[in-house]
């Protein structure tokens, strides 16, 4: 299907070889063949698919082609069809893949909560701290038809936390939770605050802000507290600017 010599045309070559899979006579090598040369015309996650439709009629180089797509970290939307990729290029049984299945059932168009659980808690087990955030906050708000479980939604934000990578995410996480539920843990949740903002968070600060502004754990400082709104704002975070202007407001009314 290489054809040199002709201008290049993305629709009319999508045409041909969509025109090739419809023949009535095609093989399954022919229509494999197509779907990967209808990948070769995409650059977003329809290149994806149509590498899944050239794999499931034998077209093994497609194979190879969606391994260079998760090694150079294609995005896929579609959570049916990010499924189906994940399973392809990692094992049935990888984090990631029973994640992207936990999401599937938990959001997905006929969901299943019991199985979204069941794939998000064996991702989870396995350490991987975005599936441990998601239970943390099916426990905490009483997601997915389970009760609130404060015990058990600390365990799972807790463990998140403790993750050696400490992504910052997480420690912001664990402290937005001790802060809401855990008054006597105000201090480490302060520290977890610290620690994320150190890695890179910008909700942290405002977290910090309004520890010291409300005086958790801490001192009341309201001096303190507009420091961390301002380095928030000075961020272009939303949240900062206002809970600045707001304390800022108060302040001068009281002066």
């Known amino acids: ?7 290049q045309d993305l629709e009319a070559a999508i045409n041909y070889f969509t025109a090739a899979i419809n023949n009535p006579t095609a093989t399954d090598s022919n229509k494999g063949e197509a779907h990967y040369g209808i990948a070769a015309c995409y650059y977003d996650e329809s290149r994806i698919e149509h590498l899944i439709k050239a794999l499931s009629y034998g077209y093994k180089e497609a194979k190879e082609d969606l391994e260079d797509e998760y090694r150079e970290g294609s995005s896929v939307e579609n959570l049916s069809l990010k499924v189906q990729f994940l399973k392809i290029v990692l094992a049935e049984n990888h ?8 999401v599937f059932y938990a959001t997905g168009s006929e969901p299943n909560y019991p199985l979204a ?3 998000m808690t064996t991702a989870a087990n396995q350490g991987y701290d975005e599936a441990q955030l998601f239970l943390g906050s099916v426990y905490e708000n009483g997601l997915l038809n389970e009760q609130q479980d404060l015990a058990v939604a600390k365990e799972w934000y807790r463990k998140a936390a403790n993750l050696g990578k400490g992504q910052h995410r997480s420690l912001f996480e664990m402290a937005r939770f001790l802060v809401a539920y855990y008054p006597a843990e105000y201090k480490r949740a302060l520290q977890r605050y610290l620690q994320a903002i150190e890695r890179g968070s910008i909700p942290a600060l405002v977290g910090v802000g309004e520890m010291y502004e409300k005086g958790l754990g801490v001192t009341e400082d309201k001096k303190k507290a507009l420091e961390y709104y301002r380095k928030d704002m000075k961020k272009d975070d939303e949240n900062g600017k206002a809970a600045y202007e707001r304390l800022s407001s108060v302040t001068l009314s009281l002066n």
């Open 95 to 102: 984090y990631k893949t029973q994640h992207a299945l936990g």
């Open 117 to 119: 659980l069941q794939h």
């Open 1 to 7: 299907w290489r054809i040199y010599g002709v201008e």
